[in-house]
């Protein structure tokens, strides 16, 4: 597992979030980091400060609840994992979230998605986080498998020779190889590709090219869209059960019917650069995919990265 020191849980104090708490506790004993749980909330209205004191105290005795909860379900005693809990209350949650992170040096995010579990897509505060916050974050949706049948999915891109990019898509790999090993220890690794010439010579433009040619040029263009994704995975140094998905499709159709299909738990991705395909950025490809899924996300971005929000 990719070595987390600081995990920072984010929690509203108002529900169970026993189902997250689980997640951020797995890794946290895996990794050996701690684990800090905040209670994001909005100040209380003017002229009901003299109750600031219970209502601090409620948010963290629910959130505490929680994590007893998720240290019984897991077996994790306070010797494994430690963790404390503390209140943050304001405005922007997600902005005030990420000056944390800045500040503080955690290098994971984790919390559950906003709203129902089982619906499609993020929320804005969840977006927000994706966007900016610079740092891994985790977004968990309730996970029904057990641990040993976890599955975890990775999506690359190996033709973008940038080297962030490069060097993300390697980062990729090795963490979700690292997580699918502490679950049921098969990896599938998604990439797909497209090829638009064949479409227009095929179907449209009026020139004389035979199908054969266009068949010919087709698999030469698949054949090296994969012969980079195994010379990325090479690169990344991983073993153990894989399965590649390797498949010329839309990723932001594929990638969602995958998971479905083959009940895929935690997808592994990158955001604000390209990774999938060429244009896999936040706002496009990469968005149409978030708002597809319905499993839980570990989103990475390139170690150069730069948030806009300052501490």
């Known amino acids: 597992m990719q070595n987390f020191r600081k995990i920072l849980f984010v929690s509203h104090g108002t529900v169970d979030e026993s189902d997250g708490l689980m997640q951020a506790l797995s890794v946290a004993r895996v990794s050996g980091a701690t684990l800090t749980i905040v209670v994001v909330c909005p100040h209380l209205p003017e002229g009901f400060t003299d109750y600031e004191g219970a209502y601090k105290d409620g948010l963290i005795a629910r959130a505490g609840q929680s994590l007893k909860k998720s240290r019984e379900l897991l077996s994790i005693d306070e010797g494994q994992v430690a963790a404390e809990i503390e209140v943050d209350a304001g405005d922007t949650p997600a902005e005030r979230i990420i000056q944390r992170v800045l500040k503080e040096d955690y290098d994971l995010v984790v919390k559950n998605v906003e709203g129902r579990t089982h619906r499609k897509g993020f929320k804005a505060m969840d977006m927000e986080l994706l966007r900016k916050c610079p740092c891994p974050v985790w977004l968990s949706r309730r996970i029904e498998h057990p641990r040993e049948e976890v599955q975890v999915v990775v999506a ?65 263009a698949g054949a090296n869209h994969r012969g980079k994704l195994d010379a990325l995975i090479h690169a990344a140094g991983i073993e153990g059960p894989m399965e590649v998905h390797h498949a010329i499709a839309r990723p932001d159709s594929f990638i969602p019917l995958l998971i479905e299909e083959k009940q895929l738990d935690i997808l592994v991705m990158g955001t604000v650069a390209r990774t999938g395909i060429p244009g896999f950025i936040m706002g496009n490809t990469a968005e149409n995919i978030l708002q597809r899924i319905t ?12 948030s806009p929000v300052k501490a």
């Open 156 to 220: 690359v891109d190996p033709e973008d020779e940038q080297p962030s990019a490069y060097d993300l898509g390697i980062r990729l790999l090795r963490l979700s190889r690292a997580l699918a090993d502490s679950c049921s220890g098969t990896l599938h690794v998604v990439s797909c590709w497209d090829y638009d010439v064949d479409e227009y010579l095929r179907h449209n433009y009026p020139i004389n090219i035979s199908d054969e040619e266009l068949d010919r040029a087709l698999e030469k």
């Open 295 to 306: 499993c839980s996300l570990l989103a990475l971005k390139p170690s150069d990265y730069t």
